[in-house]
């Protein structure tokens, strides 16, 4: 079963059962685990949503193209001359801060300038070291690589005070220039679109018939607006229910999320026909324990991670094996611009305000890639700086 393509006859019966058992079921709502609080979950009912279902559906469609120009800056300074970025992580083991460190890595290289990786190692302490060891380098600029400026606030100061020009990937909730934490600008999607989309790809799936499980990682502020998106835009399809809202920090997602699943699948049954994580990793540790329940790869619950294009996401996708969409961050393209960026800062100008369109990955457009890498951002990068 393709991620994008509509459900054979048989799943399409099964669905139908699992509407009615969905109806029947109306008891489950409010369930939710490892939060307190929260909207009330979305209502049920035969008659789906046709209207928002045929938006659902035209919007998916243009985000699953792979053939999308590039519509990013074609003007802007030549490059400048010698210059040393830090990439500061938040933890390399993390897929998406690797991967835009490592796109850092690559335009660096064409620029003509030298960069350094500081793993926070996933934990406050760590960052705040590699803050400061980054700090001690004077650098040109340093980037905050997927964590939150606020938790290193005395180093984000002295890096003003020093006249060191700080970017960001992932580090604040919208993408742009940054006053409060100060930053030049913060390179991401915009978690309203990737929160939008994929609420959308599950009620243009279910043709708008789903039993949902939401997983989130709540202590992170980020990933909870995310989540609470996908929640607000999930309820706008009467068909759509959500079963359950799971709050497991990715930091125990290998410990909790196996007997997690166990408890749905045991909870919920049948009425569960899709998954959202706010992260691919989810479905990493998922994936074994669909497994050992004899679920189907291919075959409800359908999962579709919300962030961050995980390498080992698109195998799984690709393979059909419990994942069956992602919406990833292009995160080489992402690493460029932040170079791109810097460029800017250095030569007085403003940032460029570029920001990625949303893309969807599947089984019929992930054509055994790895990651999500758009055309013509490299091209145009270097043109911008004589290169």
């Not at 800056?73 to 933890?91: H, N």
């Not at 962030?307 to 992602?326: K, L, V």
Request: charged content about 15%; proline content about 7%; overall charge neutral.
């Amino acid at each position: 079963m393709h991620g994008n393509r509509k459900a054979t006859s048989g799943v399409k019966k099964a669905r139908s059962v699992a509407t009615t058992l969905l109806i029947a079921a109306t008891v489950l709502a409010g369930c939710e685990r490892g939060s307190s609080s929260g909207p009330e979950n979305s209502p049920t009912g035969p008659g789906g949503c046709p209207a928002i279902q045929a938006r659902a559906e035209t919007a998916v469609r243009q985000a699953e193209r792979t053939d999308v120009p590039w519509s990013g800056p074609t003007s802007g300074p030549t490059a400048v001359s010698a210059k040393t970025i830090v990439y500061v992580a938040q933890a390399m083991t993390n897929p998406g801060v690797a991967g835009a460190a490592n796109g850092v890595r690559e335009a660096a290289r064409v620029i003509g300038w030298s960069v350094r990786v500081m793993d926070g190692g996933g934990t406050p302490a760590g960052v705040q070291a590699a803050m400061s060891t980054a700090l001690a380098l004077k650098p040109s600029g340093i980037v905050i690589g997927g964590f939150d400026p606020n938790s290193t606030s005395e180093q984000v100061s002295q890096a003003g005070e020093a006249g060191i020009p700080l970017i960001g990937w992932h580090a604040v909730a919208a993408p742009g220039p940054s006053r409060r934490p100060r930053l030049f600008t913060n390179v991401t999607t915009r978690v309203e679109d990737v929160a939008a989309i994929s609420a959308q790809w599950i009620i243009e799936h279910s043709d708008g018939h789903a039993g949902v499980v939401l997983i989130t990682d709540a202590s992170i502020p980020f990933a909870r607006n995310k989540s609470e998106l996908i929640r607000r835009d999930l309820s706008t399809c009467s068909g759509v229910q959500l079963l359950s809202y799971e709050n497991i920090p990715i930091s125990d997602a290998s410990s909790r999320i196996p007997r997690e699943i166990s408890s749905l699948l045991s909870r919920f049954g049948s009425t569960w026909t899709h998954s959202v994580a706010i992260n691919d990793l989810y479905f990493a540790d998922a994936a074994p324990a669909f497994r050992a329940a004899g679920k189907n790869g291919a075959g409800p619950p359908f999962n579709i991670g919300a962030g961050d294009g995980d390498p080992s996401a698109f195998q799984r996708i690709d393979s059909e094996q419990y994942q069956a969409a992602t919406v990833p961050e292009p995160l080489s393209l992402q690493g460029w611009q932040i170079v791109d960026e810097f460029n800017r800062a250095f030569s007085a100008r403003p940032a460029s305000g570029y920001v990625a369109p949303i893309h969807i990955t599947t089984a019929d457009n992930s054509h055994g890639a790895t990651t999500w890498d758009p055309s013509g951002y490299r091209e145009a990068y270097r043109k911008i700086w004589g290169k």
